[in-house]
């Protein structure tokens, strides 16, 4: 639990996953359309791992995987993600919590931007899971 | 012992017991026949009466041998031997060839009767004439009951005649052959005739049967081919892999009377709207709209759970709206799209809200399609590596196991893909609803629904045209 939460304290966004969780990659790449540069830590790649999960459970969690926090505040699973995000709200938590970009000129797709904001490498997580010809996530993002 | 303590009908044991037991037979005789005569019975009644009347007889005489009483004794009819008073029948007196019409109590009959409660069926067979029909007759019993109960009724009018006619000819001569003779053939013929009719009933019958089976053949090869072309049909019950009340079957009849309320309720709704009505009356209404929305979301999560490709499928749905189908139901930011225009006019919130919102479906819509064609490509990764091992036979076996228990588990997570598609879906419409005005809502929702039941009809259409 307290590696949970400290690890979810290190960025503005942080999804706990697996490798081989497909709605992970979904939700991963939601986050990566909305802008964001989230901090992915895979359960499973973890000597933690399974303590974490369960600690993910106890806070609700179901399926365990994946598991978000923004601003080091637990949000919930896929389906709390994306009632979210259609409601707005989430996008809304990410600009709070300073980890998608405010700026409406040029955007450009991610991660070549450079700002202000808590922008990572691009941790090549997503390596793990398959190689995907990625289409262009970040796209065009037109702030409201 | 007294007969009458056997006496079948308890109820009738006070009038009865005033009539002597001993003493002069005809005077009983004619105590029994006062007493049929004034009482109601049914004909199951009468006929056990027949029955015990005979016994009586054979109590009260005693005579010759009859050869039709040893004819059916000799077919190896059993014989109810517990009453006391049935002792003597093997010297049978001729009383009980004088009854045989009357009281039709061949051991055959005696035996049916006490036997079976359908007394109508056992009456027309007469085992001293060898009619090879007399299973026929068995065979369809319930077309044969109402004419026979007619017979019967009949016989048993008859028998009461007869009754009093041989209680007469015994009192007067010595039971003279012709009269009995007569009685006899009399009798044989009208047997014979009821099982002629009967004959020719269960021949109709049979007939009948031969057609509506041509006719159920025919029925079930149009319904496998309107199935084959994809026409909904909502049947029930002849399959049966359904499982639990979650089967594919199941459900799709539970969406059938979804859909059925979903129109009702449509109706309701357009009728408001032409009509006027309020802003509180079409709350209510489009609130019951809402909520019917999410009826059909949890009918969808619990099939998700037992058969996930039966709604992946899209079977459940008609062919036109199968072509737009993603993820097991309608993409809402094509829902959204094709209803900015009919909601006009907008406030400018309204549209940037709704506007987002199509943005928000669109690009949850593209994450979830992702992770299902990342699914995809991970199950065929997990089928396609080592088919060519070379490693021994029970190398190759474990692998095998171990591929298929991978590709098990991928399959599993298919179920949340659908459930996440379908709380998108239903995420969108309540943010919609949050975004209108009352009366907006209501015109989108009836701008939801023509556009599905066009499709649908565009299905019919399609299925119907001419090739």
Known sequence: MDRVRELASKKAAVIFTKSSCCMCYSIKTLFYELGASPAIHELDQDPYGRDMERALRALGCDPSVPAVFIGGRFVGSSKDVISL???GSLKQMLKDAKAICMKKENPVPFPLSSSTCDHSPFTGSLAHVMALPKTAAAGAMHEV | MSPFSIFPFPMFDVELGSIPAHGNR????????RLLRASTFTISQLLELRVWMANLYLGFTCGNADSAFNSAKASGQPFPTDRSYIGTLDKTPNSFTINPSALRVESQGLHLERGQQTGPVSISRDHTENWGESDM??????????TDAETDEKNLRFDSEKLNAAVAASDSSDRSKSNLDQKILRRLAQNREAARKS?????????????SRLKLTQLEQELQRAR???IFISSSGDQSHSLGGNGAMTFDVEYGRWLEEHNRQINELRMAVNSHAGDAELRIIVDGVMAHYDEIFRLKSNVAKADVFHLLSGMWKTPAERCFLWLGGFRSSELLKLLVNQLEPLTEQQLVGVSNLQQSSQQAEDALSQGMEALQQSLSETLSTGSLGSSGSTGNVANYMGQMAMAMGKLGTLEGFICQADNLRQQTLQQMHRILTTRQSARALLAIHDYFSRLRALSSLWLARPR
Request: glycine share 2%.
């Open chain 2, 26 to 33: 005809a005077h009983f005789e004619a105590s029994c026949l």
């Open chain 1, 85 to 87: 995000h259609v409601d």
């Open chain 2, 199 to 211: 004959r020719l009933r269960k021949k109709a019958y049979v007939q009948q049967l031969e057609s």
């Open chain 2, 228 to 230: 084959q072309q994809g």
């Open chain 2, 137 to 146: 007759a068995d065979a369809s019993p319930r077309t044969d009951i109402s």
